[in-house]
Each structure stands twice: as C-alpha cells, then as structure tokens.
C-alpha cells in the first residue's frame, strides 16, 4: 500500500533521488482487492497518459491495448476483472521504476508499479490461494535437498532430451518441455573448503568476507561458490561460505510477503555474528543481492539486523571492483581468448551500482568485453511455466540478438537463470556447425583468467 507524500513534499523535477516507502504487508487493507484495484486504476490512467514505458516487459503493451481495444479508449473502459492480465506479465524486474517513470516518489503521484502489481498478487493470493505448481518450484530448499542426493536421476528426468519425462511434466504440471531446468550437484555449495587466503595477496589482513551462497549456488551451480573462494583466497581475503535459507525472491514473486519476511528475519541472525566479528557479506546472484539490499528493508523497515546486513551487503563483483581500488588485485590476470558478452540482469541494474561485473573483468588485460543492457524475459518461473514462457521469449530475443551482434565466445549474466535463458535462444538461431558461447558467472570467468577454473 502506497503512502500519500505530503503536500510540501518535493515534486518532479528536484533534485532529491527516488525513493520507495515501505511495503504495508501486515495491513489488512493491503489486501483488500476494491482497494488495491482502485490504487490501480489511478496508476495506471497516469500510465496511459504516459506511455513512456511500452518497450519493456508485456505488462504495459497489455495495459495499453486493454485501454485502447475498450468502449472508451480510457482506463475507465477495461474490466477490474482484466487488471491481472497486467499483473501476470510483471516480472519485477523493476526497470519500469529505476529507468523510465518519472513519477515515482518524490514526485506527489508517487508511481511504484511493480510493487503495486505486488501487492495485487497479494491480495489475489489472499483471497484466491496461490499457484501450487510455481509456488512448489519456488521450495528452492526443498527441491534441492531432495534433488541432491539423486542429482543423476532428478537431471536425467529434467533434460529437455527426455521427451517423455518433460511431455508428462508439461501435461501434468504446466512445465513448458522446451524450458531448460537447473542442473542438480550432488556436492553442494556449503560442502566446498575455504581455500587459505594468499599471504602475497594485497587484501591480506585487511578484509573479511562471507558469502551467503544463494540457493542457485548452493544446490544449481556450485562452480560459481568455488570460483568466488578461489577469487578471493588469491586476493588474500579470509573466507567464509553460509547459507541458512533461500532469500525468498520466488515468494516475493507469488506475494507471500509473510514468508519472505520469515526468512529475512533468519538470514539476518544468521549473518549477524560475521558482521558484528567485521566480515562483509557477499551476494552470488543478483536477485539476492536486490534482496537483501533493497526488498528486505522494505518489508521489515522495523528491523536493525536487516538494516545491519543491508549496509553490509555487496554483489561480488561490486566486491571485486572495491578490492581493485583500495588494496588492487593480485597479479597473474591472463586474456580470455574471444571476448566477453555480459549481461547486465536487470537486478543487477535495480541495485543502482552500475555495471559492476563488467567493470571487473574490463581488469583483465587484453580481453575485449561488452555489454549488453536488455532484460532476458526469463523471471524465475515466468521463463519456465507453458503459459508465461512465450513471453519470456518474446521479451528475451531482443537480449540475444545484441548478444549474437558481438560475436563473442563467452557469455556471462550477474543473474543464471538469465544467462541460460540467453543461451538457449542464441541456440535456436545458430547455422550448422556453430556453437553457442560458452556461459557461465563473471566470477567464473576471472577465476579462469587467474587459472583458478
């Protein structure tokens, strides 16, 4: 629920930056869908008479056409009934908000569309129940923890090539066969040593760090958990790798607000000892570093532990990045033979630090390296599921086609999931004979740059 500015509040055009006000789960009138859809209404007549935002995710051409296509060609002609046509093609990628609107707070209309589509997710979860198939693909801890044990079987049975696996997990569970699932490790990112930091390296004795392994990490691709350990231990850094629970981004997405409060509250305590001992705390992907930066504060503002790991959260490239410039990296950086394509995630964007990983590797010599600002469309389960997938796809291509353009052998992205996503529609364009380029995390890419992967 949006909070009303006050009248001398300032308005477009001033110099004070964006801000968000705090998400009002715990009031009741949070979810009252008359409400919600009223604020609705109001938000989205400020965006038809905009229309700044058409070219990002699907949410706004709906919007747009649902108003154009009705009796009065005005917000007043569509249904109640068709708001969550938009809502379903929100990803919360947020770019609508960081990039384009320029009516968010301060501004007195104070806009903030994704987290009003979140609260109609909410609402519509209160009222209505939640999505059992997403909601039980977004248990990342459960279904890693029971994957891990039998990741031979679970990866047999979710590879694409298994036609008869994946049709019956389209037809029973609405799971598009042609989606590429994560692959399960029966060796877990927690389970990896903590390399002895360098004595040589320049950051020996001044810092501390622990990585919060991120369930993509931990139970999807744990090589991303090794290289960050690699990375650092050579930069002289002293170590450690935690992972007490899943950040919560899948419930933030299916507005069970209530959970991702719960395991923000877990995490937080978790982590609270290594902060207080001095060690910085480090995000693997970009949907958890937004998390723990950004949404958490927002959802539990009353929270000093939250607000302790907020400051003390940075990506790990940002991390990188900071080490390059106070102590410098350790030498022994060698090129990456044909290039590099980043993808810069729109959570990465959201996080307002800049291109960080693509500044990381600009400091490894003689590599060429470019950057590609596009949203992949993929957004957790929305890339997944047969009913949202063709959008992700519609949304992704024009990502891939910037990164065909390059003509690079390596591909990177600060969020997985979207670099598989990217890395699967480069492949469905590809003549005989060409091979896509090889993906994997930034951090991945300098650790092979040092020899370390």
């Not at 298994?162 to 990112?189: I, Q």
């Not at 899943?246 to 877990?266: F, H, I, N, W």
């Not at 410098?328 to 995630?345: N, Q």
């Amino acid at each position: 629920m949006t909070d009303t500015p006050s009248a001398n509040a300032p308005r477009e055009g001033s110099l004070e930056a964006p801000f968000r006000f705090p998400i009002d789960w715990r009031n009741p009138d949070f979810y009252d869908l008359s409400k919600v859809e009223a604020e609705m209404e109001r938000v989205f007549e400020i965006c038809h008479g905009c229309r700044r935002c058409f070219n990002l995710c699907d949410s706004f051409p709906r919007l747009f056409d649902l108003i154009d296509e009705g009796p009065t060609g005005e917000i007043d002609g569509v249904k109640k009934q068709d708001y969550g046509k938009v809502t379903e093609a929100c990803t919360l990628c947020d770019m609508c908000f960081m990039t384009k609107c320029p009516y968010v707070p301060p501004h007195e209309w104070a806009v903030d569309f994704p987290h009003l589509l979140l609260r109609h997710r909410a609402a519509k979860r209160k009222a209505e129940g939640g999505e059992w198939v997403r909601e039980q693909l977004g248990e990342t801890d459960r279904n890693g923890k029971l994957a891990a044990p039998v990741a031979g079987l679970a990866n047999w049975a979710s590879d694409r090539s298994n036609s008869f696996t994946r049709g019956l997990m389209e037809s029973t569970l609405g799971v598009d066969r042609e989606a590429l699932l994560p692959k399960y490790h029966s060796k877990k990112a927690t389970d990896l040593a903590s390399p002895a930091p360098d004595p040589a390296g320049p950051s020996f004795g001044k810092r501390k760090a622990v990585i919060y392994a991120t369930c993509f990490a931990e139970y999807n691709q744990p090589s991303t958990a090794a290289a960050a350990l690699a990375v650092l231990a050579r930069q002289g850094v002293e170590t450690k790798m935690v992972y007490p629970v899943c950040c919560g981004m899948p419930q933030l997405e299916a507005g069970d607000l209530s959970e991702v409060s719960d395991r923000a509250t877990k995490v937080s305590a978790a982590l609270a000892p290594y902060i207080a001992d001095g060690y910085d705390v480090l995000a693997l992907t970009a949907s958890c570093g937004l998390m723990m930066k950004f949404e958490w504060p927002l959802i539990l503002p009353e929270s000093e532990a939250v607000k302790t790991l907020s400051a003390a959260t940075r990506d790990i490239c940002e991390y990188v990045v900071q080490l390059s410039k106070a102590e410098g990296l350790a030498e022994g950086l060698s090129p990456i033979e044909g290039g590099v394509t980043i993808h810069h995630a729109c959570h990465a964007r959201a996080q307002n630090m800049g291109a960080k990983s693509a500044e990381m590797l600009r400091l490894i010599p003689g590599t060429k390296v470019d950057l590609v600002e596009r949203c992949s469309g993929h957004g957790g389960t929305f890339g997944v599921m047969k009913e949202t997938r063709p959008l992700a796809v519609k949304v992704g291509k024009p990502a891939a086609r910037q990164v065909a353009q390059k003509a690079d052998a390596n591909l990177c992205s600060d969020c997985p999931l979207a670099c598989k996503h990217l890395g699967q529609l480069l492949a469905a364009d590809l003549k005989e004979g060409e091979s896509p380029p090889r993906q994997s995390h930034p951090i991945e890419i300098l650790a092979r740059a040092y020899g370390l992967a």
